[in-house]
């Protein structure tokens, strides 16, 4: 092991970067779909030896060894988080190729550019690390403080993306993910670097004198592990809740490509196809719409303006039972007003429709997805031949605010659209009378365009782990998947796989009280970081 670490830590030039791209993306092992936890020990071991060497490393003559230090140290991160990103989010490559005519060119921006964009975060994370790096298992939670921080930028600047943070190595894992609704997942983002960079003390230079004792900091790190544990087993051992009674949940996935058959000449064969596919019987106990409460169809489930196509709409409604309500994904036309003027506006949204095509409640997405729903700094942009992936003029306008949705016979709905799943701070609209919480999340997506890929996985255990921090049961309907219904403690009741079609039944569980993390996001994730710190701090004066 010393050997090892003594190589990490003097390697210089190109090999320091290429250890530090190899090591970064080892990490995507820990991520769906693969999630072989141990894998993090790679990237994060490998973290505290670069910093290490950050001093070691070859520096400009006459460069102050503080400045230089921290350079080198912000160097390593950057190729660190590179490889990590790059091998995290290769399946972006996929959205490319569905229009390959319009797209393919740039796929390189998407493979490569945003990951190079997302590596200055961990690349200041360890720049900061570096500022107070000491030796012994101090520096081991400084890293966890300064790849803490970084993280909760990156999951609050330039719109945020807190996609495939460190912390989801331990976030699809059930019994390990059940300290989000403490913690939420910045505190898993700082677990995760502390426990998997404590295997870098076996290397420190007392062991190489013969000692073979394991370091205080490893045994440490390995209880704290054993005790997530113990709290998510002994969390899941709980009694189950109950079902929300009278309430029948039926989740319809399509499976629709992006293909010239999603296309408004083929709207009515769409909408039949919907239609016979909700009405499927699938078991002697589930044998249509005819006693099924809530049906939910995906995102962008239609080529359409659903809201401005009555035959279409008298179809659905039409079709729909008296006690049944159809939540569904759909594009919709509204007013904006800017500089004292209204003016039309598209909306990517979910509407309610009951019986007869009566559209009960609506809600319009508000956190959009740069590039892939609008384009931003869209003047320079287009300029450069770039446009968003969505065939709406200008884009989608976001919504006015989170608000929640009220359908009969059901508690209030969290209404959230693709990935404002992965956005825990923002699900909860704020200043609820107490009393009018919701009792349900409702997550549509339309993954379709990233295939047979991992970014499917990653996006149902982002949006499983918001169950568990909310303490809410979620429905999930995909048009490809994966659709299902997720208990509070996030549990996968009933699923449907990837690139399958078909319905999940299923009943509604109900949900659990408010986890602490629900309460106070922002400030948990704050703590998270800080704690960790201040720990670091406190141990550099013991050690």
Known sequence: MYSVAEFVILAGGWRRRLIAFAGGACGALALAPVDFLFAMIVPMTLAVWLIDGAAEAKQSPGAPMRSAALR????????WGFGYFVAGFWWLGAAFLVEPQDFVWAMPLGIFGLPAFLALFPAFGFALARLGWSGGPAR???????????????????????????GMALGDHLVLAQFAAIGGLPALNVLTVAIFAAPALLADARMKKGQRRIPAGVMVAAAVLLSLAGFGALRLAAPPPGNVPGVKVRLMQPNVTEDD????????????????????????ANTGLADVTLLVWPESAFPFILTEDPPSLAAI???????????????????????????????????????????????????????????PFESTLRHLGLHHFVHIPGGFAPGAAHRLMNLPGLPPVMALICYEAIFPEEALPPG????????????????AWFGNTAGPYQHLAQARLLSIEQGLPMLRDANTGISAIIDPYGRVQRFLGLQQEGVVDGALP????????????????????????????ALRGIV
């Not at 296309?263 to 009405?279: G, N, Q």
């Not at 309460?519 to 710190?533: K, N």
């Open 72 to 79: 080198n140290a912000f160097s390593a991160g950057w190729w």
């Open 140 to 166: 081991v939670l400084m890293l966890a403080a300064g790849l803490g921080f970084s993280e909760w930028l990156r999951e609050h600047v330039f719109t945020g993306f807190p996609w495939n943070d460190y």
């Open 261 to 284: 058959n999603f296309s408004p000449a083929h709207k009515d064969e769409i909408v039949a196809r919907y239609l016979a596919l909700s009405d499927r019987a699938t078991s002697p």
């Open 317 to 375: 409604g039409g079709a729909l039972p008296p006690s049944t309500t159809l939540v569904t994904g759909a594009a919709r036309v509204g007013i904006v007003s800017q500089g004292g003027r209204d003016y039309p506006a598209y909306f990517n949204s979910m509407l309610a429709i009951a019986r007869g095509g009566i559209i009960l409640d609506t809600y319009d997405k508000v956190h959009l997805v740069p590039f892939g729903e609008y384009l």
């Open 432 to 447: 609820l009378p107490p009393g009018t919480e919701p009792g349900l999340i409702i997550n549509v997506t339309n993954d």
């Open 510 to 537: 109900e949900k659990i009280a408010m986890p602490p993390f629900a309460r106070a996001p922002f400030l948990a994730g704050i703590l998270a970081w800080v704690v960790a710190f201040c720990a670091a701090l």
